[in-house]
């Protein structure tokens, strides 16, 4: 049986799992940053998109910007640390596709999928829900800086409006399935809230 490096990211991966809070304290801090941010933009757009309703719009704006900033360092800190990218290895490595089929065939038997930084139908979901966000927001973000006159980027603000158009009622059905899977999660009394537990984790 070969023997994993220490810094292979499925070696540090199972020794994330094996500690008593599977997430550091800075990946807590950035996940409530991205959880107030999206959530915050979504309503907003959803409002805008289907309700006319654009009386936010100045804040959407700021948040966007705010989330912009965000998400960057998210990706720093991701990209950055070994816990980091074994959170990304679990999210994206193609190798996890047993897992994830494994964890919908429990579904279908009434079990739920682990929580957590674990491969499986539920990293593959918060994965693709942060690409998406990612895509929306960075898109977004250039678009408004075209029409600010910050820069000039010949089909930016088309490539923007159109991400934020598709991409925010998609992103609003991820966003949905993941809080009625993580409230589903609290109700069977599954250890899921240490996400937010700021007083735990290095």
Known sequence: ???????????????????????????????????????????????????????????????????????????AFYLGSAWGRALLWSWFFPAHLPAIFRDLRALLTGRLPAAGPVPGLSSLWQGVFFLGVSFVTFTGFAAWLVLEGYITWPGATHLGLRAMRLGTPLLAYLWFGHVFMALFHALRRQPLWGIFAFWRGA
Do not use: C
């Open 1 to 75: 049986m070969a023997v994993l490096s220490p810094s292979h990211p499925a070696a540090q991966l199972r020794s994330a799992q094996r500690e008593p809070s599977a997430y550091p304290r800075w990946a807590k801090v950035l996940h409530l940053g991205l959880v107030l941010g999206v959530t915050f933009e979504l309503y907003n757009s959803l409002a805008a998109l289907w309700f006319a309703d654009f009386q936010w719009f100045p804040l959407h704006v700021a948040a966007g910007i705010f989330l912009t900033v965000w998400l960057a360092l998210s990706w």
